[in-house]
């Protein structure tokens, strides 16, 4: 039972929203991912699309490794089809698509292979305010990974970001 003079948790008071603008901006990320996919399958490329069911921006400091950057949990229903097409030696170039909104970033993530015209998207929303120590570990180390990952923890695949301001902004404090 909540306090009547308890102060709301400024966190959740951050995701609520009564006017639909978060929402409107992961309808649009999850349409921009579809056209993407459809231009470069008119190209004739493989593509697989993946809707992160959940995104962690990790810093090294959070975990029994020094794992850092962008965590995204897989579901199942797309775990198996990233593993079959992903091999990190081959997709060495990426583009990202986002924009903040808010504090949040809703962005697609576009990993390329582009000798043999293959192309993972990554649909995914994070919350840039609870990024500052993923912002150390980055700037420390001069990279960004993008580490994609089962539910219960299993890494599927991680890609090095070595620009990797498109993915992030800094959070107003």
């Given at each position: 039972m909540e306090d009547e003079n308890e102060a709301p948790d400024p966190r959740a008071l951050r995701r609520r929203d009564p006017e639909g603008?978060?929402?409107?901006?992961?309808?649009?990320?999850?349409?921009?991912?579809?056209?993407?996919?459809e231009d470069r399958r008119d190209d004739g490329w493989e593509v697989v699309t993946i809707v992160a069911a959940h995104t962690d921006t990790v810093s090294r400091d959070m975990g029994e490794d020094d794992k850092f950057g962008l965590v995204h949990v897989v579901p199942g229903n797309y775990a198996d089809r990233f593993t079959d097409v992903y091999d990190s030696d081959e997709f060495t170039e990426y583009l990202a698509y986002g924009t903040d909104v808010e504090g949040f970033m809703y962005v697609v993530t576009e990993l390329i292979d582009p000798e043999n015209e293959r192309s993972i998207l990554i649909a995914s929303?994070?919350?840039?305010?609870?990024?500052?120590?993923?912002?150390?570990?980055?700037?420390?180390?001069?990279?960004?990974?993008?580490?994609?990952?089962?539910?219960?923890?299993?890494?599927?695949?991680?890609?090095?970001?070595?620009?990797?301001?498109?993915?992030?902004?800094?959070?107003?404090?």
């Open positions: 603008v978060k929402t409107e901006a992961w309808k649009r990320t999850l349409e921009d991912m579809e056209v993407i996919a929303r994070y919350d840039m305010m609870l990024a500052g120590g993923m912002i150390a570990s980055v700037e420390d180390e001069g990279v960004l990974y993008t580490h994609l990952k089962k539910i219960d923890g299993t890494i599927l695949g991680t890609f090095e970001h070595e620009e990797y301001e498109p993915l992030i902004t800094r959070p107003d404090t």
